[in-house]
């Protein structure tokens, strides 16, 4: 039987403004990836998310992205590997800080947005965070985009490594995302979306935005939670691979 995990991104709220229905998708998810303060995210909210995925058995990530609040992480900023790595291990060590005091464990780091996608085209960036994640825990499971330049870096510098896809993004020929400014970047039928997150699962392939189909490992697969939509399709996602007999399963 296939096995899969299930992760959202979470956490992202700070100050007066929410983002999100997280405690409620905790139900439905084996992973979270918990924004660091960088993007979104406060102390507070932290440690709120870290102490509700803990009481609710879901596996905790690290979510680093640049730091830029005010564009929610998703515009590209220009910066040498020293700084890449100085973010990594600021933004881990912090959700660490919470995840050890409330008695958890930290099972992954997962970049954000466009410090994410940067990475999976530019292997400088990727070796550089995955060198920060190595020098902090040599355990940490790197996720990344499938078969990008974060899975290779992973490999390269020795620490584990999970091949991340996604339900609702188009994918380009060469297995990167298409850009959110692009139409039809983001898929918003829900029914269409289940089935491509099968297929990916059962046969290692997707339909890219110009029609072919590419291969692809599926190790976890994302669900935003930043989406409105997110807590109904957590929900149906999840009733629709069980009918496929898939097992959700944290990476761990």
Do not use: W
Not at 140 to 164: F, Q, T
Not at 199 to 216: D, F, N, P, Q, T
């Amino acid at each position: 039987m296939k096995t899969i995990d299930l992760n959202c991104d979470l956490g992202e709220s700070f100050g007066l403004y929410t983002i999100g229905n997280d405690e409620a998708i905790l139900d439905y998810v084996t992973s979270v990836n918990i924004a660091c303060g960088f993007h979104g995210g406060d102390p507070l909210v932290m440690e709120k998310t870290v102490r509700m995925a803990i009481e609710k058995g879901v596996a905790i990530g690290a979510h680093p992205g640049f730091p830029d609040l005010l564009g929610f992480g998703r515009r590209n900023m220009a910066v040498s590997p020293k700084e890449l790595k100085a973010y990594i291990t600021y933004q881990v060590g912090a959700l660490y800080a919470f995840v050890k005091a409330n008695g958890g464990i930290l099972q992954h780091v997962k970049p954000h947005g466009a410090l994410y996608n940067m990475a999976a085209a530019d292997y400088s960036m990727a070796l550089a965070i995955a060198e920060a994640i190595a020098a902090f825990d040599k355990g940490l499971i790197l996720m990344g985009l499938a078969n990008s330049n974060l899975i290779k870096a992973a490999d390269d510098v020795g620490i584990p490594r999970a091949n991340e896809v996604f339900a609702d993004r188009s994918y380009n020929m060469d297995g990167t995302l298409v850009s959110r400014n692009i139409e039809g970047a983001l898929i918003h039928d829900e029914e269409l979306c289940k089935a491509r997150v099968v297929k990916m699962i059962k046969e290692g392939r997707v339909v890219s935005i110009e029609g072919a189909e590419i291969s692809l490992k599926a190790d976890s697969i994302c669900i935003h939670g930043d989406n409105p939509l997110a807590l109904s399709f957590a929900c149906g996602l999840r009733e629709r691979l069980q009918a496929e007999n898939i097992i959700l399963k944290a990476l761990r």
